[in-house]
């Protein structure tokens, strides 16, 4: 169980009325407190929880519209997603409580100011690492539109200014990230047909081919429901189509493609994990048409190039700046 799970079980008599998990991880928590509903924006917990509690799991960007009497919220990474989800659920809670729990090292003492703005926050438990904070929500707030959080620029590119969109916790929040900004350098001569934009963010690399390759069908894909919307916005401010998709890891992705576009993950929450990438890389064989190139950014320290050989058989590095290296390999 997730450690900080553990934590609140600890404390499981605070938890058994109508409570809403939010950022709920993919854990037996919900077996413990069978009055508790859980709300993720992760396409993979979502699917997991499903699996395990059907009709308890909510997924979205949206406080689920289920009553409840208390919620907890997960701590995520960032603190503007920290923001945007503690408004959220305290905006239903008046007069009730919020509780936040959290790693230590993810930053939760740091967030638990956060919680000053509804009342007097009080620290309940320190344990395993984490620790889990209580508030009553003496001043409940107005819940904020999502889109009144988004950061909006501009990428001034060859063909023209791309308008990105983005939203409190996408990758990258705001700025264009430098693998980024080198694989957008490198967008030339892709193959013609359909283009799959894995881990799509703010959707800058699939905004950017689908104007640049207008024939392409284009779609982006993320297991972050933030992500998803944001691209769509993305999209819609380009005037662009494209498909996009909420969901977890290759599996989830379109056959038959034609390019396989990405700058992969490697971190999730305070944790790295290899799993998403190393699957796409993997499967890539399977799921590029022959002739279908894959054109991937990542760090210069991360050894993708065998992995890559062991299921293309080949792998150029075609560019490497400012501690990236731009990879293309060809299915043949
Ligand atoms: C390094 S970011 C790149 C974002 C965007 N393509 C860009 O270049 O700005 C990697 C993205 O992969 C997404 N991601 C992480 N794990 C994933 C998974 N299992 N399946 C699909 N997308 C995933 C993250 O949410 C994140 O948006």
Known sequence: MDPRSEVLLRQAELFQGSLLIAGAPADGLLAE?????????????????????PGRCHHG??????????AVLFLPKSRELAAYLLNALASRLAGRELYLVGEKRGGIEGAAKQLQAFGKPRKLD??????LWQVTVD?????QPLESLAERFELALPDGPLHVVSLPGVFSHGRLDKGTALLLDHLQNLPSGHVLDFGC?????????????????VTLLDV?????????????????????ISGDGIDAAPQDLSVILSNPPFHTGVHTHYQAV???????????????????????????????????????????????????????
């Open 224 to 244: 972050d429901a933030f992500a998803v919307v944001a691209s769509r916005l993305t999209l819609a401010a380009n005037g662009l189509e494209g498909e996009v």
């Open 61 to 70: 960007v949206d406080a689920p519209q289920v009553p409840f009497d208390s």
């Open 201 to 217: 963010g703010a959707g800058v690399l699939g905004a950017t081919v689908k104007r640049r390759y207008p024939q392409s069908q």
């Open 278 to 332: 190393e699957d796409l890389l993997a499967k890539s064989g399977k799921i590029l048409r022959k002739g279908g190139e894959m054109r991937l950014v990542a760090n210069s320290f991360l050894r993708y190039k065998p992995l890559i050989e062991a299921a293309l058989g080949n792998c150029e590095t075609r560019a490497e700046a400012q501690g990236f290296k731009i990879y293309r390999a060809i299915r043949g």
């Open 33 to 53: 407190l069978p009055q508790a509903q859980a709300w993720t924006w992760h396409a993979g917990d979502q699917a997991q929880l499903l699996g395990r509690f």
């Open 139 to 143: 001043n409940a707030p107005v819940a």
């Open 126 to 131: 320190s344990a395993r690492h984490c620790q």
